[in-house]
């Protein structure tokens, strides 16, 4: 690691060879394979732009020059070199390093990043605004093949090609999506159309052949025959048709190509889209043969590539005990040889199981089969499954048509990139009353991606639709009976459920059966009603314990729904208890709580005592995700100290935790960000 300990900032590459350069690409895999298979996190993407990363910063001159990454998974060498190597191994941990590009971690991150497709965009404002002033900065746009598909990108494409600005785009085509360079005469060519020389004869030519009779019809015919070639030889006849003078494809990994590439169109002007091929999982054996997999991975042994053991299981929340308060019912724990099913384990499992009843069932997914859990149906029914790319909104869309031609569609997409599709939600499936199935999936704090990520926003939105249906169940079998319900409904139903899942068993007794707008009642007592929705039953069943060893009797309500609410149990509560507590993994500002507190008026019941428990108006950092619910004091046992405080008797509480415990955050292998 002797060079990459020399480089403080990357105006210190400027002075290294390019042997020098190949060598530090080399320990910077090398820092990346280390940190990622001891903390687990994105590696496939970031080890194929090693060398694509180094290039920029050796010919552009960041800060001054504007650097734009879409996705920062992609860019932890920029990381390196960029003033944080010391801090590296804290990545994506509480109070370390973001895992993607992070405004309040260093200058050289412009923008704090998450979600895919963005960048063309915002480079296109850089530019613009360098433009007002008069500016001499260059504008580099790094944008991956998956995000170029997504709506927002599409679009600045189009508005970039129409503008004309001076910007450079890098496509990094890490999966060779749009073609594969093709020897020689394509580098040939690429050579030629971006050397200074080719450049100013082409420019004086034009002068000097637009001073002779009919000029400007050989000019035009000049450049149909440029097209023309370059429509035989390389993929860029659609970028050129979109306004951008098109390069590519080059080699990605190799650094000399790539500095002279970027050299010579650093002096062109106009939109300059530059085509680089990219290896996912470079110069790493078991990542470059499963990109997949190894694009975000838990940790790993480096020799074999196999994840390493999952260790002791998190303590969590116990079940209601025989005899702490007027239980309903005893909670059992699972047996211990069994393993857990998280809330996407159990969506996947019964997916499968409505699909072979139910012909018409199509599942949707925009570019995340495996973190969705649908991998499996698309095996079972490909003709059934469809994966639109990164484009939520489209996903919709297609969805509405589905079911208004019959089907019954299951739409998967995580909370967080659900937000970018709320126009849809609203216009194609709640406007149309269409029965859609939105499963929305890492609902709630998700751990190390961080506030672009936690999906806390998603009671918000949703509940303010009409004819939309929201639900929440409090563990995995609940999710089951929630999907198979929702299947018989003929409007639009969304149902949210968090990262992990519950280990446990079943309530004793017959569960209640799952009835449109109603309830679930789990624990009775007579000084403060608990209505929790989600995943926040079981800590509030915990709470509910503790409380009782304070002589402090509280009923435990499962919601279940959040449109449409339980007012008959309200209502109840609100005339029998007279004091209530909602708890919900969402922002309070117009999630659970809030909803709870306008039926509370509409009933009459506004001067009921009312306390809200959820998450803070805050972006909340990344982290384990019991590390956060601890910060953000949705613990049991902070639960319990709160509740006991707003009922007028501050005590120190102890919680136990013997029979029941959260499932392993990160169960399987799945990513949970776009490719």
């Given at each position: ?21 190949f ?9 990346l ?16 732009a ?29 990381k390196?070199?960029?003033g ?14 973001s895992?993607?590009?992070n ?32 500016g ?9 093949d ?5 709506g927002m ?18 496509l ?6 749009i073609?594969?360079p ?6 040939y ?14 420019c ?5 052949v637009?001073?002779?009779p009919h ?8 450049r ?10 390389v ?12 390069v ?60 390493k053991?999952?260790g ?9 005990n ?9 909670i059992k ?14 969506f ?31 095996k079972?029914?490909p003709?059934?499954?469809l ?30 990139f ?25 609902a ?30 409090k ?14 409904q003929?409007?639009?139903?969304a149902i949210r459920?968090?990262?992990?899942g ?22 009775t ?8 929705l989600?995943?926040m039953?079981?800590p ?50 117009g ?9 509370l ?33 949705l613990d ?9 405080a707003?009922?007028g008797r ?6 136990t935790?013997?029979?029941f415990?959260v ?13």
């Open positions: 690691m002797a060079i990459l300990r020399s480089i403080e900032r990357p105006a210190d590459l400027k002075a290294l060879t390019v042997a020098q350069l060598a530090l690409a080399q320990e910077i895999r090398q820092e394979l280390e940190t990622i298979a001891q903390l687990g996190g994105h590696l496939a993407s970031s080890l194929g090693v060398e694509l990363c180094l290039a920029l910063h050796y010919v552009f001159d960041a800060p001054k020059d504007l650097l734009v990454w879409d996705m920062g998974y992609q860019a932890f060498a920029h390196l070199i960029t944080r190597r010391d801090r590296f191994r804290s990545l994506k941990q509480l109070g370390g390093l895992g993607f590009n405004k309040e971690e260093s200058g050289y991150d412009l923008f704090t990043t998450g979600h895919g497709g963005t960048v063309l965009s915002t480079a296109l404002g850089l530019a613009l605004a360098r433009d007002q002033v008069e001499s900065s260059d504008v580099v746009a790094i944008i991956g998956a995000s170029l598909g997504e990108a599409l679009e600045a494409l189009n508005h970039i090609g129409h503008l004309k600005p001076n910007l450079l785009v890098i990094n085509d890490n999966k060779m999506s073609a594969k093709i020897g020689g005469l394509s580098r060519l690429n050579r030629l159309i971006t050397n200074p020389a080719y450049n100013r004869l082409r004086d030519i034009g002068q000097l637009q001073r002779l000029g400007s019809k050989v000019i035009r015919l000049g149909k025959v440029e097209e023309s070639l370059k429509g035989l030889l993929p860029g006849v659609v970028f050129e048709e979109l306004g951008f003078r098109y590519g494809p080059i080699d990605g990994h190799h650094l000399r190509e790539l500095i002279m590439t970027l050299k010579n169109v650093k002096r062109l002007s106009g939109p300059i889209l530059l085509h680089v091929s990219t290896v996912k999982g470079k110069c790493y054996r078991f990542a470059e043969q499963d990109p997949e997999r190894f694009h975000k991975i838990e940790p790993f042994d480096l020799a074999t590539g196999q994840l053991a999952q002791s299981r998190l303590p969590g929340p116990p079940g209601a025989a005899g702490a308060g007027k239980a309903q019912g005893k724990s699972a047996p211990s040889s069994q393993p857990p099913a998280t809330f996407t384990e159990a996947s499992d019964e997916l499968i199981r409505l699909g072979e009843a139910h012909d018409r069932l199509v599942a949707i997914t925009a570019a995340m089969p495996e973190g969705t859990g649908l991998h499996e149906f698309a079972r029914f003709d059934r499954f994966d639109v790319g990164m484009a939520e909104q489209h996903a919709l869309g297609v969805a509405a048509g589905l079911a208004r031609g019959g089907a019954r569609p299951i739409v998967a997409i995580y909370s967080t659900l937000q970018r599709a709320f126009d849809q939600i609203m216009h194609e499936l709640c406007l149309q009353r269409l029965p859609v199935v939105l499963a929305v999936d890492r709630g704090l998700v751990g190390e991606d961080g506030p672009t990520h936690h999906g806390v926003f998603d009671l918000a939105y949703l509940r303010v639709l009409p004819h939309l249906a929201v639900l929440s169940p563990d995995p079998p609940e999710l089951r009976a929630m999907l198979q319900w929702a299947l018989q003929e409007g639009p139903v459920y968090s990262r992990g519950i280990v446990c068993g079943e309530l004793l007794g017959r569960p209640a059966k799952l009835v449109t707008g109603k309830s679930e009642t789990l624990r007592g007579g000084d403060v009603a608990l209505l929790a989600g995943s039953v079981y509030a069943l915990n709470a509910a314990e503790a409380l009782a060893r304070e002589g402090i009797e509280a009923t435990v309500i499962n919601a279940r729904f959040v449109r449409p609410l339980d007012e008959a149990v309200l209502k109840s509560v609100a005339t029998q208890i007279g004091r209530l507590v909602t708890l919900e993994e969402a922002q309070l500002a999630g659970f709580g809030s909803a709870v507190s306008e039926a008026g509409r009933l009459g019941s506004s001067e009921v005592p009312h306390l809200w428990i959820g998450l803070p108006d805050a972006f909340v950092e990344h982290g384990k995700r019991s590390e956060l619910l601890t910060r953000c004091q049991p046992e902070q639960l319990a100290a709160r509740i006991a707003w009922h501050v005590t120190e509480l102890r919680v935790s013997s029979e415990r499932a392993p955050e990160t169960r399987n292998p799945q990513p949970a960000t776009k490719v």
